[in-house]
C-alpha cells in the first residue's frame, strides 16, 4: 500500500473519532444543561391562609412602678427600632419569652409608647411598656424578647419569601415550572404584585393563585435580589 494511501486512511479515521467525541460532549453538555434547569431550585406550592406580621424587641423586666418599685406588679420594657413603631399600637397582642425560663411562654398587651426616641450609634428606639397576663417565676432584670403582633391577615395567598426576586426594572417576579412539547422541565418567569410580609412568607396580591407551583432559586444573583 502506498504511503500516501495510509496517510489518506489515517486521516479520515482521526476525523470520524473526533466527530464522534464532539457529538459525545455535545450530548453531554446539553443534558447537563437540561439536569441544571431541573434541578436550580425546589419547586413549592403557593398556599392560603392566616398571615400575621409581627415586631421584634429585647427588652428587661421591671417593677410596674418604677417611682415606688413594687416586685409583685411587674412589666416589660423593651427598645422597638424606629422602623417598627409606627405599626406599634396601644393594647396589641404580645408573645413574650424569657431568656431565663426558654420552656415558658408569656402573653401580654402593649401598654404604653414612649412619644420620644432615644438615639444611640445613629440609631433611634423607642422605650415601650408590656404589661403582662401573668409573671410567676419572673424577676425584675431579666431579659427577655417581645414579638408584637401589628398585623394579620386572614385568607391570604402567599409563599416562601425567597421564592420572589426583583428584575432590573424593579419588578417583582418569580419563576414558574412549565413544560414543553417534549415534556421538559422549562422556567418561566411571571410578573407578581406582592402585599404583606414577614421573615418567612410573603403575600401575592396579583398574579398567582392557591396551589400553583413555584420554583425556589438555589441561589440569588447580585441583580436578581429580593429587596425584603
Known amino acids: 500500500m ?3 494511501v495510509k ?3 489515517a486521516i479520515v479515521v482521526i476525523i470520524v473519532i473526533a466527530g464522534v467525541v464532539i457529538t459525545f460532549l455535545n450530548k453531554d453538555n ?3 444543561a437540561t439536569n441544571s434547569s431541573k434541578s436550580d431550585g425546589v419547586e413549592t406550592k403557593v398556599k392560603q391562609g392566616e398571615m400575621k406580621i409581627d415586631a421584634t424587641a429585647t427588652g428587661v423586666i421591671v417593677a410596674a412602678n418604677k417611682a415606688v418599685p413594687n416586685y409583685d406588679e411587674l412589666e416589660l420594657q ?3 427600632d424606629e422602623l417598627d413603631i409606627p405599626n406599634v399600637k396601644v393594647d396589641q397582642e404580645v408573645t413574650v419569652n424569657v431568656t ?3 420552656d415558658k411562654t408569656f402573653k401580654g398587651k402593649v401598654k404604653q409608647i414612649a412619644e420620644q426616641g432615644q438615639v444611640q450609634n445613629g440609631v433611634s428606639s423607642f422605650p415601650v411598656i408590656i404589661s ?3 409573671t410567676d ?6 431579659t427577655a424578647d417581645a414579638s408584637i403582633l401589628v398585623q394579620e391577615k386572614a385568607n391570604a395567598v402567599y409563599l416562601p419569601i425567597e421564592a420572589v426576586q426583583k428584575d432590573d426594572d424593579n419588578r417583582y417576579y418569580v419563576m414558574l415550572p412549565k413544560k414543553d412539547k417534549n415534556g421538559k422541565v422549562k422556567k418561566e418567569k411571571k410578573i407578581v404584585t406582592t402585599g404583606l410580609h414577614n421573615e418567612d412568607n410573603i403575600e401575592i396580591t396579583k398574579g398567582l393563585s392557591k396551589g400553583d407551583k413555584v420554583i425556589l ?3 440569588k444573583s447580585n441583580t436578581q435580589e429580593s429587596g425584603f
Open 2 to 4: 502506498k504511503k500516501w
Open 7 to 9: 496517510w489518506l486512511i
Open 30 to 32: 446539553k443534558d447537563a
Open 78 to 80: 423593651v427598645q422597638m
Open 100 to 102: 431565663a425560663l426558654p
Open 132 to 134: 403582662l397576663d401573668q
Open 137 to 142: 417565676g419572673l424577676k425584675a432584670g431579666m
Open 217 to 219: 432559586p438555589s441561589n
